[in-house]
């Protein structure tokens, strides 16, 4: 079997999620197709990997828009809180770098890189957040801008006191209640 593709029995128990988490969160997707959807799935194992990847970490992925101009669907992770399987990393590689002592064992664009998707931009969260309230108790590491990036810095969000807050820390910190929500289109 080729590298990052799943068994056949395992696409279609991933459709199956897919498909009642689509059924179930009509909100998030307003006027879009399942049917149009699976067939895109379909003609895209590699993408249904990276979904399953996201789905196995605690992501709870979903489909959120569709772009006319690109013909393409954009999965969010939909977690009431940061997926527990990505929690407790650092920003970058780089911020793993500089950890002297106490260094967490990955970093969460390591991690995107390695399930094959995208950290959310804050757009992206922003878009999430509007649809429903995530993150009441976690916070969820976000693609970081180049000028605060370079600056040793890098932003996360999370929802407290009824508003959407992005902030700021070190990219080598890390804590038990944060991570990262992934983006995948297809």
């Known amino acids: ?36 959807v699976q067939s895109k799935l379909e003609a895209q194992p590699q993408k249904l990997w990276s ?34 399987g990505r929690r407790s990393v650092c920003y970058d590689r780089e911020g793993l770098a500089s950890r002297k002592e106490h260094a967490p064992k990955n970093s969460a664009m390591d991690m995107a890189k390695d399930m094959g998707i995208d950290l959310l931009n804050e757009e992206q969260y922003r878009l999430l957040q509007s649809l429903e309230s995530v993150d009441r108790k976690t916070s969820s590491w976000l693609l970081t801008p180049f000028a605060i990036r370079k600056e040793g810095g890098a932003i996360f969000g999370d929802y407290r006191y009824g508003r959407v807050f992005i902030y700021h820390n070190g990219a080598q910190s890390y804590y038990a209640a944060r991570g990262f929500r992934g983006a995948l289109k297809l």
């Open 51 to 84: 979904l399953h990847a996201m789905e196995q970490s605690g992501g709870e992925p979903d489909v959120i828009t569709y772009d006319k101009k690109t013909d393409s669907y954009l999965f969010l992770d939909c977690s009431a809180e940061s997926p527990t």
């Open 1 to 36: 079997m080729p590298k990052n593709v799943l068994p056949l029995s395992v696409q279609k128990e991933l459709l199956t999620i897919l498909q009642s988490r689509f059924t179930k969160y009509q909100h998030r997707h307003k006027d879009l197709d399942w049917k149009k």
